[in-house]
């Protein structure tokens, strides 16, 4: 079954980092980009950068460049995306989508990880 | 990048046509044709119905349609079905090579 499965939800205090993950199956790994995208309660989704499965390089949204970084493991078809100096507007839904090289858009999504920062 | 902008919601009746628009920048919808769309029931992963400003992925309705003039991209769904009612997002790749979204529509089928 082609899916991207996420990590369970997090909760942490200002200033921490918080890692989540997003396990590929069902595809050919290497085939295409995976995107993160978050969302707030009112606000539409926002796009945070994305990685190439394939040498692992990265490309992030200005605004979170410095605070997010996104790795990949391709043994276990996983793709981790960490966001440090947390703040509480950083209190969302995170979310993994699969990127269609050449074509801008997002064919299969994750169930996406609640991420509370509360202190 | 500013979100893109799309009513906050419309209301149809079934059988009927309803169109959304997204407006964005000369840096994004007017600049490439790389405009998607994606019907997001709640608590359900967001599913795209239009990729690439008017292309419809492989089993999505043709009653999905959509069109862009200018800045401004249009998604038209026809005979309105009750399954219908959900948010519709709408996307776009930048001159920054990121990717901006707008803030959803939210459908109701009267």
């Known amino acids: 079954q082609v899916q991207l499965v996420q990590s369970g939800a997090e909760e942490r205090r200002p200033g921490a980092s918080v890692v989540l993950s997003c396990m590929a199956s069902?595809?050919?790994?290497?085939?295409?980009?995976i995107h993160w995208v978050r969302q707030t309660p009112g606000q539409g989704p926002e796009w945070l950068g994305l990685?190439?499965?394939?040498?692992?390089?990265?490309n992030y949204a200005q605004k979170f460049r410095g605070r997010v970084s996104m790795t990949r493991d391709t043994s276990t078809t996983t793709v981790y995306m960490e966001l440090s100096s947390l703040r509480s507007e950083d209190t969302a839904v995170y979310s993994c989508?699969?990127?269609?090289?050449?074509?801008?858009?997002?064919?299969?999504w994750g169930q996406g990880t609640l991420v509370i920062v509360s202190s | 990048q500013s979100a893109l902008t799309q009513p906050a919601s419309v209301s149809e009746s079934p059988g009927q046509s309803v169109t959304i628009s997204c407006t964005g920048t000369?840096?994004?919808?007017?600049?490439?044709?790389?405009v998607s769309w994606y019907q997001h029931h709640p608590g359900k992963a967001p599913k795209v119905i239009i990729y690439?400003?008017?292309n419809r992925p492989s089993g999505v309705s043709d009653r999905f349609s959509a069109s862009k003039s200018g800045n401004t991209a249009s998604l038209t769904i026809s005979g309105l079905l009750p399954e219908d009612e959900a948010d519709y997002l709408c996307?776009?790749?930048?001159?920054?090579?990121?990717?901006?979204f707008g803030r959803g529509t939210k459908l109701t089928v009267l």
């Open positions: 989508a699969r990127g269609v090289r050449g074509l801008h858009y997002f064919d299969l």
């Open positions: 069902g595809y050919t790994f290497n085939d295409y980009y």
């Open positions: 990685i190439n499965p394939t040498g692992g390089s990265t």
């Open positions: 000369s840096n994004d919808v007017g600049r490439f044709n790389s």
């Open positions: 690439g400003v008017n």
């Open positions: 996307s776009s790749y930048t001159s920054n090579s990121s990717w901006v």
